[in-house]
């Protein structure tokens, strides 16, 4: 238990790797906010910015300014990009990146002055996969964001990163908003390629082992630009870097992209 307890925003706490953040913190005795869809603390949809606004506006009424912002809301979507709508992908964008993005803008001013921001991206915004364009293109911004924030706010102490994460065994694949919608171009491939497998599944890092290294990079004293998260996907960063592009999205779609039979 420490002597005086931080105050950290969570967004996205009422499950997955946010919730596992939350319940770390707790542990140590911090005070967690929680702002999510079923928040115990704040209830919002990260994409109503004047919502999200007034959930930041109401906390530092409440608590005065926080150390910590880890942001852990998003979802994914899956489908062939010329099938997919057009509101269902907007809103994977409003809810990844612009929740993110607003949710730093909001707590920029009520961060204490060596506050953390903690981004949580993912691999896949390194390391595309066919059929899920609009995760990898949102997660990539938040990336990005992330990274244009740090420098920035290079001039004050606080501080910023970006997470990425592999594939964790949580409930993300199974609430994924998957379309299967196909025409002769794609056949069988999208429904193939998307639809989570029990051999994909047993291959993901577990909760407990993503959550332990997350908490150890919140809790670092000096943040790095960006953490990549599992022995494979930084495997896969040092190849993009030693290989071409052409190189390597073949054998992203060797490893990915499934025709059927």
Known sequence: MRVEKRKIVITGASSGMGLGLKKYFENLGDVVIDISLDGKDYQCDVSDYKVLKDAFDDIYKNHGEIDMLVTCA???ISGAIELLDEEATKKQFDVNFFGTANACKYAIPMLKPNGKIIVLASAQAMF???FRAYYSSSKAA???????????????KIQVTSICPGDVKTNFSKNRVKVYETNERYGQAIKLSTQPSEKSENKRMSPEYAIKK???ICEKRHLKPRYIIGK???????????FSTNLINKVTMKMYYKKGK
Do not use: C, H, W
């Open 128 to 130: 595309p996969i066919p």
């Open 214 to 216: 997350i908490a150890k």
């Open 142 to 156: 938040v990336d990005m964001l992330a990274q244009s924030l740090r420098m920035e706010l290079s001039q004050t």
């Open 74 to 76: 998003g979802y994914g």
């Open 232 to 242: 494979k996907y930084k495997l896969f960063n040092l190849a993009r870097r030693l």
